[in-house]
């Protein structure tokens, strides 16, 4: 058997982009199969597991080259990658206002960018979302509010009152909701 499929070296525990395609070439196209079936090929030219080198192909075929061009350089999962994917521009991390060339000589720069990006946003920094609320509901709050002050001003403890202009108000607001009630369809 020639070195052809010794490539991959699983004791350095990284595997390049390059590494990747080429295990979904060998795959993909049966060129393991005079080997014996993948699993068997994988242990004993690849030195990993079948499942090990699916998965591999499975985070190609998920993340393209970006997660390995990443993972060479700094430690990271799969759930990690996907929530800073977008910082990942080819070959190149963009964080902190800065794109940081995906290259060895950048490793520790690169991991203290992946710290940053890692750490959860502070609670105050958040935005906090709130539900927009229903036009109906805050009309109800409103109504609410008028009829009790409604209900205050008729009270016989509510001093200097003008209880006839009360009154008429109260005519012509029950007189507006009429006519919307009317327009609405409901009278």
């Known amino acids: 058997m020639s070195n052809e499929f010794l490539t991959f070296d699983p004791i350095v525990g990284q595997c390049s982009a390059t590494h990747a395609e080429w ?9 393991y199969k005079n ?9 004993q030219y690849v030195g990993l597991s079948g499942a090990q080198a699916t998965e591999i192909i499975g985070l190609l075929e998920e993340f ?23 910082k990942v521009k080819g070959r190149y991390l963009c964080a902190n206002g800065r794109a940081i060339p995906l290259v060895p000589k950048n490793a520790r720069r690169i991991a203290a960018a992946m710290e ?14 709130t539900p ?13 509010e ?11 403890k ?28 409901i009278y």
């Open 23 to 31: 295990l979904r070439r060998l795959r993909d196209k049966n060129l």
């Open 35 to 43: 080997h014996g079936n993948w699993d068997d090929f994988c242990r």
């Open 64 to 86: 393209g080259p970006d997660y390995f061009n990443l993972a060479v350089l700094t430690p990271i999962t799969p759930e990690e990658f996907r929530t800073v994917a977008s």
């Open 116 to 129: 940053h990006l890692r750490r959860p946003v502070p609670a105050e920094t958040r935005t906090p979302q």
């Open 132 to 144: 927009t609320p229903n036009p109906v509901t805050l009309l109800d709050d409103r109504c609410r």
């Open 146 to 156: 008028v009829t009790t002050e409604f209900r205050r001003l008729t009270s016989p």
């Open 158 to 185: 509510a001093p200097n009152v003008d209880r006839l202009r009360l009154a008429a108000v109260l005519r012509k607001t029950l007189s507006m909701l009429g006519r919307i009630e009317m327009e609405l369809g």
